[in-house]
């Protein structure tokens, strides 16, 4: 517990991150105490530069680790560091992974093994929130846990359909685990850690708030935590973007949903596929790629073939693009009465999807 708690403390002090912390640990063999009490002609000795070692010492003097330690049992959070066997081994290959990680929540075998992380814009189209329902729906269906970043957006539908299909997520923050951002998703954090399906992690202190400088770190601990990074929605500029150049950086794989030319929410990503990221249009093109064998070799689609003529009359109607039921009912000719009662057992079906107010597309 001496050793954890001045891990704990270590991780709170600017200036010091993995390289210079590695540095330390290999200086004072393992003894991050001894290395905490440590004066300047030691810390140089060890490889700080002096400025950073004079910082180190001035904060020093405002962090006491006893009481690091004991805030986090207070709130049942919990700390793993890079020599423990249950640091993620995806990350340790990472050359710059954090020396502590700040869990809240549950991790299980498979979150450190087969993880992917799922990224995109906040702006979020209905194209987009369709392609992320339906890929992180099979995915996890596959055993697969979903990584993503608590951002609105792309962010938020992967955690909340994984969830709903039954499956892992874990959400990585870009500030103290006692800070939520943004605030409106609370209630989701609260339901990874509550529902025993996931967990929030962060390589931040408590405390800490989500500063703009802290996002990039955030992406480049989704993609260490990651097999890969999809990329379902981004435009041209979108952090996103550097989650999956982080992926690329770390010998990752990285995926992306092609969009229309047309749409601005989708150039970034398109242009990711230009440079060379895996084209998708179906689960199986991520499965094989990963050659993730624990999947189900075959996923099969969980849909009923079309009952009888109305439905099928009906399904040709639609495609991906939203029509409003009166469309739906002048185009098929149907009485209005039939058309609702067939696009209710259509939804049932897992068919047609009801995108609000009375607009209806066909599930892909």
């Known amino acids: 517990m001496q050793q954890l708690m001045h891990w704990i403390a270590f991780s709170r002090v600017m200036g010091i991150g993995a390289v210079r912390f590695r540095l330390l640990e290999d200086y004072f063999q393992g003894d991050m105490q001894a290395a905490w009490q440590a004066g300047l002609a030691e810390l140089c000795s060890a490889g700080l530069d002096e400025k950073t070692a004079e910082k180190f010492l001035h904060q020093r003097t405002s962090i006491v680790p006893e009481q690091e330690l004991e805030r986090l049992e207070k709130r049942r959070m919990r700390v793993i560091t890079w020599r423990d ?21 549950h991790l299980n075998e498979d979150d450190q093994e087969y993880a992917l992380g799922i990224v995109g814009t906040r702006r979020m189209t209905s194209y987009g929130r369709q392609v992320t329902e339906k890929l992180t729906t099979e995915l996890t269906g596959g055993r697969v846990t979903i990584v993503s970043g608590l951002a609105l957006g792309v962010d938020t539908v992967a955690h909340t359909t994984a969830l709903d299909a039954g499956g892992r997520t874990i959400a990585v923050l870009a500030s103290g685990l006692d800070t939520i951002y943004p605030p409106s998703n609370r209630a989701l954090a609260r339901r990874i850690v509550e529902s025993g399906q996931g967990a929030l992690i962060s390589a931040f202190p408590l405390g800490v708030r989500p500063d703009a400088g802290n996002f990039p770190a955030r992406n480049h601990l989704i993609a260490g935590l990651s097999l890969g990074v999809l990329v379902t929605e981004a435009p041209a500029r979108s952090g996103a973007l550097i989650t999956a150049s982080s992926a690329l950086q770390q010998g990752r794989e990285v995926f992306g949903v092609p969009h229309s030319i047309f749409s601005p929410g989708g150039e ?57 039921i009166d469309e739906i009912t002048r185009e098929s000719g149907l009485p209005a009465s039939s058309v609702t009662a067939t696009l209710t057992m259509l939804q049932l079906k897992g068919m047609v999807k009801d995108m609000g107010a009375m607009h209806y597309i066909k599930e892909m």
């Open 85 to 105: 066997d249950e640091y993620p081994p995806l990350l340790s290959k990472f050359e710059y992974a954090p020396p502590v990680l700040y869990i809240y929540g």
């Open 268 to 324: 970034g990503v398109n242009k990711l596929i230009q440079d060379g990221a895996h084209l998708v249009t179906r689960v199986e093109d991520i499965i094989e790629r990963l050659n993730i064998y624990m999947l189900p070799q075959h996923i099969e689609a969980k849909r009923e073939l079309p009952a009888n003529a109305e439905e099928e009359s009906l399904l040709a109607l639609l495609n991906h693009e939203s029509k409003h």
